[in-house]
């Protein structure tokens, strides 16, 4: 069983950058992601990374302003958010499969193994 923990959400004003990780118990699972959920909504996918880091997928609205990378002998990934807005606001979880699903058309149902969440706060 894989237990995952991130870190390093926190509070940033809109066009500020902040950077996620997340480290994982044991030897990362093959497709590791990121997912985000505003109050009162669906837990959505951000990103997603392949083992080795060949592939990447992101979900449109943060395409070109965050980045998704993983160092797979240190058994963590990491999510580089540049140019925040307001509606960037969430709890960010860190997510794994052993399926390859390197994807935008993915749920969160679709993954098995979670972290606890950080929240990020962007004000305007």
């Known amino acids: 069983q894989v237990q995952l923990a991130e870190s390093g959400g926190g509070l940033v004003q809109a066009g500020g950058s902040l950077s996620l990780s997340c480290a994982a118990s044991?030897?990362?699972?093959?497709?590791m992601g990121w997912f985000r959920q505003a109050p009162g909504k669906e837990r959505d996918f951000v990103a997603a990374i392949s083992r080795g880091g060949g592939r990447t997928s992101y979900k449109e609205p943060v395409k070109g302003r965050f980045t998704i990378s993983r160092d797979d002998a240190k058994n963590a990934v990491y999510l580089q958010m540049n140019s925040l807005k307001p509606e960037d606001t969430a709890v960010y979880y860190c997510?794994?499969?052993?399926?390859?699903?390197?994807?935008?058309?993915?749920?969160?149902?679709?993954?098995?193994?979670w972290g606890q969440g950080t929240q990020v706060t962007v004000s305007s």
């Open positions: 997510a794994g499969t052993n399926r390859i699903l390197i994807t935008p058309q993915v749920k969160a149902d679709d993954y098995d193994y």
């Open positions: 044991g030897r990362t699972p093959n497709t």
